[in-house]
């Protein structure tokens, strides 16, 4: 499965705003999908790379024996999911969804089984 076919099977998941597969190592989207034009996903990517940089740091500041499993960020109208690859290093999968509409444990399930296909 491309990446793009990975994002854009999240974005048709009933409330999804956008999909992004981003490489934290550069910065940079690797594919990205949108269902609402108004919504700045290489933006919203970019503060990600630095959330998920940051909690990388932290984690191994702290020294604990454990890995980054995922970051959940809930705004009052918008939840951001960002699920870190295992196959793949300093690669994760995106995304954002509406939290009146969206239903939070498909969006986190199906973002889980994405991460998994993330191979190129």
Do not use: W
Not at 20 to 29: I, L, P, Q, R, T
Not at 63 to 77: A, F, G, M, V, Y
């Amino acid at each position: 499965m491309t990446l793009d076919e990975i994002v854009n099977g999240l974005s048709r998941i009933k409330g999804v705003i956008a999909a992004a597969v981003v490489d934290y190592g550069s910065g940079m989207m690797m594919a990205s999908h949108t269902n609402d034009s108004s919504f700045d996903l290489e933006a919203a990517s970019a503060g990600c790379v630095n959330i998920i940089r940051a909690k990388m740091k932290t984690v191994a500041h702290l020294e604990l024996d454990d890995e980054l499993h995922d970051i959940q960020i809930s705004l009052h109208n918008q939840i951001h999911l960002i699920c870190p690859c295992t196959n793949k290093e300093n690669i994760f999968v995106y995304l954002v969804a509406d939290r009146k509409v969206a239903n939070l444990s498909i969006c986190r399930r199906s973002l889980f089984s994405a991460e998994k296909l993330v191979e190129f």
